[in-house]
């Protein structure tokens, strides 16, 4: 476990933001009344800005650096190395620079793609399991030539899932829930781990983007970065907020199929990157979502008794299946960039 830090909260605010707030888990070592009080926050915030960091998570700064070495050393391999891990239909493996265009954004009109690379690996599926095969239900790819890399990454999975699990009980308090209220949904949770290289564009022309104005499909984003800086997280007002690197932290975001699941009580606030350092820079978000076969409906607390909700029951794994055929260029010809 990491050693508690004071790390000096930003008040939430409004419309005139220019920083993200920051929510103290305390490596959760909190009672009924400190769970009660950091829902609270989280609800005011994930209806407000969408989006924060979270100190004291309890994941250890060892763990940390092991993912980022193992992401930087998978990203420095030949690049015949990368491309023998290339991404598969079950979308696990490596995605060269340009090959993802966000066709289904909501925020921009995006025509270029996105200038970074990144290697998806997703939760496990056992050759014997049920769903071996079907849609995103199959093998993760390794390098061989990084011995020690598949270990360090489920080490890094298995501390997010720890953490994703844990926030998804405070979340179920913020929505006036039991705090075990949402966990069946992720009995076998969907995960996306991704490590994400973005090469220097010092002089990017600003539709040019390492990740173009963008909201997450999920149900919640744990994002880690390194110290470069380049995030930004649209203000509810206009203009974005730089989402500066803060040591010790995590940003956390709300997905649309939260915002969804919220019937919009909750924002799947729009972000971007642009790496305009001198620098390479490394992230390694982790999207924690609901199994595939799910329904999503609108969550009890989040309609009044006489109104409709605003949306209609989704299965998770027909509507991620649309937004990812859509949005990569290797599942449709038509689709992405070259
Ligand atoms: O690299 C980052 O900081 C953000 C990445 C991101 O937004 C994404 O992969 O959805
Ligand atoms: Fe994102």
Known sequence: MSATRTVKPVSAGDETIDRLPIVDLQNFAFD???ADRIAKEIDRIFSETGFCYLSNTGVSDAEIARIFEASKAFHALPQADKEAVAINAYHRGYMAPKTSLIVTSSVATVTKPNNSESLMIMHEIAG????FGQDLQG????????PAFRADVQEYVDAMLGLARRFTTLIARALGMAPD???HFFARPT???RLLHYPPQPNAADDEFGSAPHTDYGFITILLQDGVGGLEVRRRGGGWIKATPVPGTFVINVGDILARWTNGRWQSTPHRVQNKNTVDRYSVPFFFDPDMSETITCLPGCVAANEAPR???IVYGKYLMERIDK????????????
């Not at 014997?128 to 769903?131: E, G, I, L, V």
């Open 128 to 131: 014997d399991d049920p769903r």
């Open 191 to 193: 995960t996306f781990l």
């Open 139 to 146: 093998p993760n790819q390794w390098p061989d030539k990084l």
């Open 181 to 183: 209220a949402l966990d």
């Open 311 to 313: 949306f209609e029951p």
């Open 32 to 34: 009924e009344a400190g």
């Open 327 to 338: 949005n990569y260029s290797y599942r449709n010809a038509a689709g992405g960039a070259a």
